[in-house]
């Protein structure tokens, strides 16, 4: 089993930045990928960034050159530095983790609220 927790959330106006973590804990050794996901209301959720295990990254257009994911293996924590935020990046943001290439494990979510 994997657990994965947020934290970092909050409130900022636009053009302000935050950093979001994610601590997986648990069967950490099976963990393929990581990656930050975002549904905002009335939305389906959407992809923001990827990490592979060796460390190559993925983003969404709409991220990218703002937003930068991290990993640190030794705590087994993804971040995900959002800088430049707008009020559409207004969202719940969750962690997701794929296990053994085809299991997924999310975290519970953590709000982001950009003001403009």
């Known amino acids: 089993q994997v657990q994965l927790v947020e934290s970092g959330g909050g409130l900022v106006q636009a053009g302000g930045s935050l950093r979001l973590s994610c601590a997986a804990s648990g069967s950490t050794f099976s963990i393929n990928a990581m990656g930050w996901y975002r549904q905002a209301p009335g939305n389906q959720r959407e992809l923001v960034a990827t990490i592979s295990k060796s460390g190559s990254t993925n983003y969404a257009d709409s991220v990218k050159g703002r937003f930068t994911i991290s990993r640190d293996g030794a705590k087994n924590t993804v971040y995900l530095q959002m800088n430049n935020l707008k009020p559409e990046d207004t969202a719940v943001y969750y962690c997701?983790?794929?296990?053994?290439?085809?299991?997924?494990?999310w975290g519970q979510g953590t709000l982001v609220t950009v003001s403009s």
């Open positions: 997701n983790a794929i296990r053994y290439a085809t299991l997924e494990v």
